[in-house]
């Protein structure tokens, strides 16, 4: 069974940058539809950025614009570079992936990590 592992998280003030890293153990990605989710404290789990097996993307409007979702070109690590955080960015972020088709945003995949966090101040 597919394991991921993120990494990356960490503090940073307003304005700084962080990139995250979800890499799966024993597993090419490049089939799968990879994304990351984030759930800050008392709230739901919101998806922020997806990825297709094509390198299709789409993204939550929250961070359109400052968040870029990649994959690299041995397909088997995972990355969300975030720019200009804020601290509404601050949560738990989690990588997931699923084969089946879809470049969606809400919690239907198959596989998590156990997450990474972070948190911005202001």
């Known amino acids: 069974q597919m394991q991921l592992v993120e990494s990356g998280g960490g503090s940073v003030q307003a304005g700084g940058s962080l990139t995250l890293s979800c890499a799966a153990s024993g597993y090419s990605l490049s089939s799968y539809y990879m994304v990351w989710f984030r759930q800050a404290p008392g709230k739901g789990r919101e998806g922020v950025a997806v990825?297709?097996?094509?390198?299709?993307?789409a993204y939550a409007d929250s961070v359109r614009g400052r968040f870029i979702i990649t994959r690299d070109n041995a397909k088997t690590t995972l990355l969300l570079q975030m720019n200009s955080l804020k601290p509404e960015d601050t949560a738990m972020y989690y990588c997931a992936a699923k084969i089946t088709a879809g470049c969606t945003l809400v919690p239907s995949y198959e596989y998590w990590g156990q997450g990474t966090q972070v948190t911005v101040s202001s």
């Open positions: 990825i297709g097996p094509y390198g299709d993307t």
